[in-house]
């Protein structure tokens, strides 16, 4: 952890009791920023403002390098979640997560190639996908490790936030051609019933899908109204709503229709969880339901006793989010939130809760149900059905302790 993001007692005893001197309203605020500030700037009213740049600008202290959390020559960085407003995740803070870092390619000479088990093998140029019919969805695409670098028995910090759990992520309008489109065009062969997909980076990134887990999927081209990143896999990527992030396969070039998985190195060495019994899952694509409290939660501190809205998010590659329940006394009774629209399918919603916090200890936690009926589980429930060496797919819930000093560190619910 970042040593200028953990919290000083010292520097928040400070701070409130500045703001009791003055007799202000305390607000979220008064508790969240613990940023060094910069010298404030002059009077907007009395100097000219900056004219009009060729590209809008984010806030001095709203810049992607102090939200983004990553490491020197990382191969990922996480969504500021606690962070954001709304559902839409901004382009410069999508999450990332790159096997062989991003390739540099041009729009005019990057082909996609179909072929295997089809009837009119074919090569796409940009141009030529471009000119079929486009759509755009609002879809959450999550990494299958989210989480799992926190979540250890023998390993539990406390000082985390939720950006470093659960940040890989992020939400977007994504646009582009049907899949299925292009599967029309090349013509499916019978007995066909998966495809593997493969990327143009230095790794050749691929994975293998299953045909029937194909609906919705895209050749994403773009995102949030403009032309996709070079992160997200400019100029073109697979987009496959509701299934793990590493079959969204980057810079892709190849689809190749096959009767059976491929079984790569990234689907073998990877993406593969032991289990208990000595077997192991493989090919477990579905993203389950989920959800995480963003507020209240490390480092911030209530400064007062009395009523706050708890916050969060939900999410579930099997469909829609039909209810989140929140918990303020660690899982023992729970209390439906309040769902904010437009709930999208396999996209990420807003939940809110109001609660009367008295000052004493006190655990909180969130739990989504999607509209299957499946009930996202608690770390007991998922370590028994899975073990304890599972490293993908962690989708229990989340639990945060308010302590007495109104200090909010990360726990892992009914075990603490």
Known sequence: MDSSSKLSRRAWITTASGVVAAGLIRTQTDAIRLDAQEAPPPDPTKVPGRLVSPVGQRAPTERPERLLRTEALSSSSRTPLHELMGTITPADLHFERHHAGIPDIRLENHELLVHGMVDRPMVFTMDDLMRYPRVSRIRFLECSGNGGGVYSRDRMPTEVTVQAIDGLLSTSEWTGVPLSTILREVGVRDGASWILAEGSDSAVMSRSVP?????????????????IRPEQGYPLRLFIPGLEGNTNVKWLRRIEVTDQPTHTRDETSRYTDPLGDGTARQFSLVMDAKSVITFPSYPYVLPEEGWWEIRGLAWSGRGRITRVDVSTDGGRNWTPAELQGPIFPQSTVRFRHLFE?????????SRATDETGYVQPSVQQLWEARGPQTSYHQNHQRAWRIARTGEVTFGLGELV
């Open 357 to 365: 916090w008295n000052g004493r200890d006190t655990l909180i936690l």
């Open 211 to 227: 045909l029937d887990l194909l609906e919705g999927a895209l050749l994403a081209f773009g995102q949030n109204g403009e032309m």
